[in-house]
């Protein structure tokens, strides 16, 4: 025969549960301890495109006339040197990856880690562009660009090629684009103008404007 629980016991056994879902749910913020800045640079003399792959943080590219290789400035906030930076050549690709792993760390105190990356290449290249979150601004490029992208603003200008993007939350710009523009837009607010070619967009929220097109 069972014996009921004592008072006693139902007590020690609600404070071991309470002290056990207590140990659950408490998670110890992550502080941002490692801050660094890293320059990358690679010959493109043999290379026609950059394929970017990045996580977390603010992505600049510039085209430069007269510019033979790619030139990376990464700016690190991270909880520690477990991060992801490179950019190697593979074939006429060169491709740069960054992430600062903020998904191995279930909370950080104040900002997240992040890589904020500020990068020059010749004019020539094309570019391929996947973005998980942050700003991202595109100038100056004389090829085809492509971009996939999951949140942020986006400010796209002086290209000269068809332009792709697929963007899921944030603002979009683009102008002056000697080409066509095909945009599908998840929400927020997207305005194109300046565009020789023909524009195409499916968008789902948020405010539009088109204008000047050819």
């Known amino acids: 025969m069972l014996r009921p629980f004592s008072k006693l016991n139902k007590t020690a056994l609600t404070a071991a549960c309470l002290l056990a879902t ?4 408490s998670i110890n ?3 941002l301890d490692y801050q660094e800045t890293r320059n990358l640079n690679v010959s493109a003399s043999n290379a026609s495109m950059l394929k970017v792959d990045a996580a977390a943080g603010f992505l600049k590219i510039v085209g430069e006339e007269g510019l033979e290789e790619v030139k990376v400035t990464a700016d690190i906030l991270a909880v520690d040197e477990n991060i992801t930076l ?9 491709e740069l990856e960054a992430d600062a792993n903020q998904k191995s760390h279930f909370n950080w105190r104040g900002k997240s880690p992040k890589i904020d990356l500020t990068v020059t290449v010749p004019m020539r290249m094309m570019l391929d562009i996947k973005d998980g979150s942050g ?6 490029i004389n090829n085809n660009v492509k971009i996939k992208d999951g949140s942020g603003s986006m400010d796209i200008t002086n290209v000269k090629g068809n332009l792709d993007i697929d963007d899921g939350s944030g603002s979009v710009e683009i102008k002056h684009i000697a080409g066509n523009v095909l945009v599908e837009d998840g929400s927020g607010s997207l305005e194109i103008s300046q565009v020789t070619g023909t524009v195409d967009v499916e968008d789902g929220s948020g405010g539009l404007d088109i204008y000047d097109v050819g």
Not at 22 to 25: A, D, E, L, N, Y
Not at 86 to 94: N, V, Y
Not at 135 to 140: A, E, K, S
């Open 86 to 94: 490179s950019l190697e050549q593979s074939g006429d690709t060169i």
């Open 22 to 25: 207590s140990g659950c749910i």
């Open 135 to 140: 700003f991202i601004t595109v100038d100056n």
């Open 29 to 31: 913020a992550a502080s």
